[in-house]
């Protein structure tokens, strides 16, 4: 049966959900039986056969257990130093969908980085919404998901004059992404993100979060 969520999303990159119950299944133990067996046979020690899988397993990292809590920790890696936590991000995305999303990404942070060097007494960044924001929403379908948060941008003026900086914050903006639940976790498959440069209406309203031109 489809779920279907709506209201609050996880806020923090610390929240742990309980991770989705599955049957217990046979073939893993009737493998691991067989390839002892097949070692033994031929006196090849279990741990050369077991190291290299453990170590693939760390190296690609887990899913997550909310794909909320996804998208969450996807946004977190958007935040300063972002280009050191290019690797945290991968983990969070479906396999064949990383080059793509990642340089999704990359193109991202650069916007953000040209409105910083144009201005070098700005500093701007991403930051979560409104908590709770009534429009953030969850719809799960079985193994895939929809999953909006808003996020608005943060702009600190820096000014010596006064030995410290004037903030303004943008209208909050949806980040909205699909997911998909794998062996362990879920994972992020593609992200509609709202535009960085943008346009200011008359009734305050933007179509992104900087004026760069």
Not at 51 to 66: C, E, F, K, M, Y
Not at 75 to 87: E, F, L, S, V
Not at 133 to 151: C, E, R, S
Not at 171 to 178: D, G, M
Request: net charge negative; hydrophobic share 40%.
């Amino acid at each position: 049966m489809d779920r279907v969520l709506t209201g609050d999303v996880l806020r923090g990159p610390d929240v742990v959900l309980p991770k989705p119950t599955k049957r217990r299944r046979r073939w893993p133990w009737i493998i691991a039986i067989i390839a002892t067996a097949v070692a033994c046979c031929l006196a090849v020690p279990v741990a050369v056969i077991a190291v290299p899988l453990i170590r693939d397993t760390i190296a690609a990292g887990h899913g997550s257990n909310a794909p909320q809590e996804a998208l969450l920790k996807f946004m977190y890696t958007m935040q300063p130093p972002a280009d050191a936590k290019r690797g945290q991000a991968e983990p969070l995305i479906v396999r064949n969908h990383r080059t793509e999303l990642l340089q999704q990404r990359a193109d991202y942070l650069g916007a953000i980085d040209a409105t910083n060097h144009a201005h070098p007494d700005l500093a701007a960044k991403l930051a979560l919404g409104d908590d709770p924001n009534p429009q953030d929403a969850v719809t799960i379908h079985g193994d895939d998901a929809t999953v909006t948060q808003y996020w608005r941008a943060e702009f600190d003026f820096a000014q010596p004059q006064i030995g410290g900086a004037l903030g303004y914050t943008s209208q909050s903006l949806p980040w909205t992404a699909t997911a998909h639940h794998d062996r362990d976790g879920w994972r992020l498959v593609t992200i509609t993100m709202p535009p960085w440069c943008g346009t200011l209406h008359d009734d305050g309203t933007t179509t992104g979060y900087a004026k760069c031109d």
